[in-house]
């Protein structure tokens, strides 16, 4: 019988998000447990190691990470199988590197960089509304932050825009109709549009349909929306806006680039 929680991952078993290849070893790093969920995490050895090739194994991240030079939203992070995930501020200060964890269309984490005015807010979605004990409203985010005395407009399914420095929200997007969104999980992850219609299917999941700037329909399900924007989008998007390409427009630009 096993005895408490798993402490391995096999390469072959870990999320199509992190692009790991399938000859170049048994194991893979598994994720510390934090703020995001084991398949919808980066942990910080990959971005490290594998995506900013800054160094050339997990000891050399081990090294990196102990001598506090990674922070994640703000805060110094050791462990290098910390789960950074969607949406995150992941910065080194030493070498001038500010990188925001998006998806694109393909669903793959990708490390965005972004401005040093970006720096020091995030996006969050609202995943619970509740009041405690002592009658002190809070909410709970994606990232598994609690804020205390949220703006009473402020609902599940919202976006609130987080201050890194404080933890505070400092000001929200109602969900609905109208607002530009992206998928952050599911087969549409990564991609980019303005809400449509929102069908309610009481005792099973309500349906959301989105439509790209470029005239593509597709529907999800709710709780994979995450709305960013108004008119526009209040984080930079990574390359390619959140617009899919079909598999023919992919080979055309690949000839146009060449």
């Not at 048994?26 to 490290?48: D, F, M, N, Q, Y």
């Not at 972004?114 to 009041?131: G, H, P, W």
């Not at 205390?148 to 969900?175: C, M, S």
């Amino acid at each position: 019988m096993p005895r408490g929680p798993k402490k391995h991952l096999k390469r072959l078993n870990a999320p199509h998000a992190w692009m790991l290849g399938k000859m170049d070893g048994i194991w893979a790093p598994r994720p510390s447990t934090g703020p995001h969920k084991l398949r919808e995490c980066l942990p910080l050895v990959l971005i490290l190691r594998n995506r900013l090739k800054y160094a050339l194994n997990a000891q050399e991240v081990t090294s990196i990470c102990m001598e506090k030079l990674v922070k994640v939203d703000g805060k110094v992070r050791t462990d290098p199988t910390y789960p950074a995930g969607f949406m995150d501020v992941v910065s080194m200060e030493r070498s001038n590197d500010k990188f925001r964890l998006l998806y694109d269309t393909k669903g793959r984490f990708t490390l965005h960089r972004i401005k040093a005015d970006e720096v020091d807010f995030k996006l969050c979605r609202v995943q619970k509304l509740e009041v405690s004990r002592k009658n002190i409203p809070f909410l709970v985010t994606h990232d598994g932050r609690t804020i205390r005395y949220p703006d009473p407009l402020v609902k599940v399914n919202d976006t609130v825009k987080v201050d890194l420095t404080t933890g505070k929200a400092v000001d929200f997007i109602k969900f609905g109709v109208g607002k530009l969104a992206t998928i952050q999980r599911g087969r549409n992850a990564g991609r980019v549009g303005v809400i449509q219609h929102i069908e309610k299917h009481p005792g099973s999941f309500d349906i959301v349909q989105i439509k790209d700037s470029v005239g593509h329909v597709f529907a999800t399900r709710l709780k994979n929306v995450f709305v960013i924007g108004e008119d526009k989008p209040w984080v930079s998007l990574p390359k390619g806006k959140g617009i899919k390409l079909s598999i023919i427009e992919e080979v055309a630009n690949k000839f146009k680039s060449n």
